[in-house]
């Protein structure tokens, strides 16, 4: 029998992107990466993804090189208005944006005033609009000059991270009360420092070790300054959270379970364990495990070519528990250029939530990924996350059928189970 279920009280239901998804005109470390690998990644492209049972869809767009290069991307930066009015159109109140460090201080120690007001105008306009901002000081992208002294491997790191979030907080703190200092710090490092993929493409596991302890160091100083500036700020990271899913309940499998959680899903949480107020929750999919990994059964995939299980929200979320902090779902969203399966993966996933929620789990938001199509790093502008569809040729925005969903169920603050 079917139960109808509240969500609670001032639950949050928003959308989220980041600086250099959307804003366009970035010059920064990726910047500088996509004009040196955009050639290779086009060409490159099809031997990636030929397994990829969308890959004919995609196949003219991603052997392109210009695909690969964020440039005016969503022009966010000039249109933040027209996007919010889209925001309130849709009825959501929260949405996650991140701050582009390149653009605040585009030169060692110089601030530029005009971006600080930029951010602060559309801070303003949030509020006019009753949206909460969930704002991220750091989603990935460094200036070059940080860059070339080693970035996030760089010993320096936490002390220029610690100067920009005092920058920050003198400027915006009276206009943010959620802060995420660092956006899935575990994803960056590997994928930059393990898997060599991504800037400063350096394979190399002691660099590895250290970005992840430059970024812990960075974020407990990040901690500090945001709550001596005021203590009710609520500060936490936006964490990639893996549902390891054994699926025979054998002892080896949960072997293999356990040993996946302790080096993906525990070392960050528990190393920022007395600094932080919530956990923001990144969360695409879960992970088979059957005698090895890696033994999705693959029904449906996403764009992506990740497996489409809307359902393993509740695990990531009951798996959280132990905690024992409110949580936020900062992401959480599928690739999906026909809004075909975004339709149908939006209320199973709320209703993944609500089972969470049932379960015991503080679950206080949901910020969709995302809230715009964008550019989606290393593989372009061809994934689209967006509930909102954005041309890039001309910029037009077109609403998605499964936003007009997603609207309506957090109009109502209820799902159906
Ligand atoms: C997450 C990133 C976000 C976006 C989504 C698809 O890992 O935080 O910027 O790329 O994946």
Redesign the pocket.
């Known amino acids: 029998m079917s139960k109808l279920i509240n969500f609670p009280e001032n639950f949050y239901f928003g959308a989220g992107t980041?600086s250099h998804?959307i804003e366009g005109g970035q010059t920064n470390n990726w910047t500088r990466f996509e004009h040196a690998n955009a050639e290779r990644l086009a060409r490159e492209s099809e031997a990636s993804f030929r397994w990829n049972p969308h890959w004919s869809k995609f196949k003219e767009e991603a052997t392109h090189p210009e695909n690969y290069i964020s440039g005016a991307a969503c022009d966010h930066w000039n249109r933040y208005e027209e996007d919010f009015d889209i925001l309130t159109d849709l009825g959501l109140n929260a949405y996650r944006f991140s701050l582009e460090w390149s653009r605040l201080e585009p030169v060692e120690g110089q601030w530029d005033e005009d971006a600080f007001k930029h951010y602060q105008d559309m801070l303003s306009k949030l509020k006019e609009k009753n949206i909460t901002p969930f704002v991220t000081l750091w989603?990935w992208t460094l200036p070059t000059w940080l860059a070339d002294k080693g970035g996030i491997t760089s010993s320096d790191f936490p002390y220029y991270f610690e100067r920009y979030t005092q920058a920050i907080v003198s400027h915006l703190g009276n206009s943010v009360h959620f802060w995420i200092t660092l956006?899935?710090p575990d994803?960056v490092a590997s994928h930059s420092y393990l898997l060599g993929a991504w800037p400063p493409q350096k394979k190399n596991i002691f660099r590895y070790l250290k970005a992840n302890r430059m970024l812990i160091a960075a974020h407990k100083r990040a901690y500090e300054v945001l709550k001596v500036y005021d203590r009710n700020h609520q500060v936490g990271i936006?964490k990639?959270q893996v549902a390891f899913h054994v699926l025979r309940p054998t002892l080896w499998n949960h072997f293999l379970k356990f040993m996946a959680d302790q080096f993906w899903n525990r070392p960050w949480l528990r190393k920022i364990k007395n600094h932080q107020d919530f956990i923001g929750l990144?969360h695409?999919h879960r992970h088979c495990i059957d005698g090895w990994y890696g033994k999705n059964p693959n029904l449906i995939q996403t764009d992506f070519g990740w497996e489409y299980y809307p359902e393993s929200l509740t695990q990531a979320l009951t798996e959280l528990k132990t905690y024992k902090l409110p949580i936020y779902i900062t992401?959480n969203?599928v690739a999906d250029a026909d809004d075909k399966l975004r339709q149908d993966f939006i209320p199973r996933a709320l209703k993944a939530v609500a089972r969470g929620i049932e379960a015991g789990a503080d679950v206080r938001g949901y910020l969709h990924?995302?809230f715009l199509d964008n550019f989606?790093?290393d593989k372009g502008f061809w994934l689209r996350?967006g509930l909102v569809q954005v041309d890039f040729k001309t910029q037009a925005r077109t609403i998605r059928q499964s936003a007009r969903m997603y609207a309506e169920i957090s109009q109502k603050k209820q799902i159906e189970l």
């Open positions: 980041s998804q989603h956006n899935e994803v936006a990639h990144n695409y992401e969203g990924w995302s989606e790093w996350f």
